[in-house]
Structure formats: C-alpha cells, structure tokens
C-alpha cells in the first residue's frame, strides 16, 4: 500500500512564524503535490514538484515557497505565516507519465494548521 | 479555471441512486474522481482518459462526454459507506496538473 505521510495532524502558529510541513510518500513516486483545502473551496493547488530539486506553481503560490531534495520528501514552508494561511494542508504523490494525467494521486492525512 | 460541480450536496437513503456532475469551460484530456470522508484523506475512485479509457473502482461508474466537456459519476444503491464529499480533478492539456471541483457533499441515511 503506497502510504503518505504528514508531520502533523494539528499545528498552532502565531503571526510572522516561519512554518514548515513536511510530506514523505513511500513509493518511489515523481510527482509530488501540496494542496490546501478550505469549505466550499475545494482543493486547490499550491505547488507541485515532478522530480527532486524541481518545483512547479499552481493556482495559489502566493505566500508559500517548497523544497524537494530528496524523491521521497517535499516540504511545504510558510516564510511568513499570516491568518489568512490558516487551512487543512493536504500532500499527494503519483506516478508520472509523460503524455497524460493517467495516475491516481494518493493523499496524505493532513495537516489543519491554525494561525494565530 | 475550476470545474463546476453540480448538485452541491445531495441527501439519500439507502438503495437509492445519486448521479454527480462536473463540467468545465475547457476541453478536457481526463478527469478524475475522488471521494473524501469526514476527517480522512481523498481517495482516487475512477479516471477517465480522452479516448474512452477507464480505470477505476468496480461498483461505482462514470461518464465522460469529450464534446461536451463532462463527466458524471454514477452511485448506484447507494450505501452508507457510500457518504461523503465527492471532487471531480479535471486535466484541461496533456500532462497538467488536475483542478479540483468545489466538491459534493453525499450523505445516505438509513
């Protein structure tokens, strides 16, 4: 069973906090995603990464920054935390190919971050 | 830009059967569909390639309409375990990152 990890469930920050979530997926999978999930927004895309030491925007990158140094691990970092970043994190992992979108993503648990 | 999901929540009771929509204003290389439990993580149900392929879960199916830039999902006697919020991720060009719906929120009483 591929398995994805998150450090923590539940995380308490205060404002202007430099904030790191980090993600490991046991499956030797390319792709690595980070989503947050707000009610009645959906997932949505902050960045995602198809190899180690490279990274991709998505929809909202605003605010965040990631890093990927090993295949295993992507790291999700608030540079500086604000209320408005308060939201459930969600990271996923998939295999790739290179001409379609045709592996499922497996997601974490989550992590409900709480800025204060 | 985001997929429309419709309806946004829908009530059941067991053996009844529920069809959830998603469309987009793009056209669409594969769409994919996920159930999420109250506090769990998704979990991948079915993709559906341009082309007509499916993969996917045995006891639940889906449709996707190429032409007209959707895909249902199909529950059939819903059960229980069958409750949950529902997204659809749409794929717009070959190799792209998915763009989640808003979600449905399924709920099957007894």
């Known amino acids: 069973d591929v398995k994805v990890t998150q450090s923590s469930r539940y995380l308490v920050k205060r404002t202007g906090e430099k904030v790191f979530l980090e993600c490991v997926q046991d499956?030797?999978?390319?792709?690595m995603f980070w989503y947050r999930q707000d009610p009645g927004l959906g997932l949505r895309l902050i960045y995602f990464?198809?190899?180690?030491?490279?990274?991709e925007k998505g929809d909202i990158p605003e605010g965040y920054s990631v890093s990927r140094e090993k295949k295993e691990r992507f790291s999700l970092i608030l540079e500086s935390a604000s209320t408005n970043q308060t939201s459930m994190y969600l990271c996923?992992?998939?295999?790739?190919?290179?001409?379609?979108?045709?592996?499922?993503?497996?997601f974490g648990p989550g992590t409900r971050l709480t800025v204060t | 830009q985001q997929p429309v999901q419709s309806p946004q929540a829908v009530i059941l009771r067991e053996g009844e059967d529920a069809v959830i929509n998603c469309s987009s204003s793009?056209?669409?290389?594969?769409v994919h569909w996920y159930r999420q439990k109250h506090g769990e993580a998704p979990v991948f149900l079915m993709i559906?390639?341009?082309?007509?392929e499916q993969k996917g879960h045995d006891k639940i199916s889906a449709s996707f309409n190429e032409k007209k830039q959707q895909s249902s999902l199909y529950l059939t006697a819903s059960q229980l375990s069958y409750s949950g919020t529902y997204f659809c991720?749409?794929?717009?060009?070959?190799?792209?990152?998915?763009?989640f719906g808003k979600g449905t929120m399924l709920l099957v009483s007894p």
């Open positions: 991720g749409t794929e717009i060009r070959g190799y792209s990152t998915l763009t």
């Open positions: 996923a992992s998939s295999l790739a190919e290179l001409t379609s979108n045709r592996y499922e993503q497996y």
């Open positions: 793009k056209a669409l290389y594969s």
């Open positions: 559906l390639l341009k082309g007509g």
């Open positions: 990464s198809y190899d180690v030491k490279m990274k």
């Open positions: 499956m030797d999978h390319e792709n």
